[in-house]
Nanobody
């Protein structure tokens, strides 16, 4: 499996921007579809965004559409989540995930689609 390490989380004011990074190692990164999930205190982990192995396919949760952008750099084995217009309700631990399964718009929303997970990075948005 691929190993994943997230970074970039911090405290930011509402309306601000932040970019999360997820560095992958151990396997050929370009073989994997990548996703971002988040878990707020007291809530279940939820899908945020996903990107296909080539970057050609992308999918977003309705709650972040238009504010967040997922991208990847296969030469750097890294996937990014650019977040703007942040809201207090975006406060959560953000997790990076990887899957070698074929891309399916319905499947990528599920945690079970992804076999590898990072440890998470905390994003806190103050009002």
């Amino acid at each position: 499996q691929v190993q994943l390490v997230e970074s970039g989380g911090r405290l930011v004011q509402a309306g601000g921007s932040l970019r999360l990074s997820c560095a992958a190692s151990g396997r050929t990164f370009s073989n994997y579809n990548m996703g971002w999930f988040r878990q707020a205190p007291g809530k279940e982990r939820e899908f945020v965004a996903a990107i296909g192995w080539s970057g050609g396919s992308r999918y977003y949760a309705d709650s972040v559409k238009g504010r967040f952008t997922i991208s990847r750099d296969n030469a750097k084995n890294t996937v990014y989540l650019q977040m703007k217009s942040l809201k207090p309700e975006d406060t959560a631990v953000y997790y990076c995930a990887a899957s070698s399964r074929p891309w399916l718009d319905t499947a990528i929303l599920a945690e079970t689609y992804f076999a590898s997970w990072g440890q998470g990075t905390q994003v806190t948005v103050s009002s």
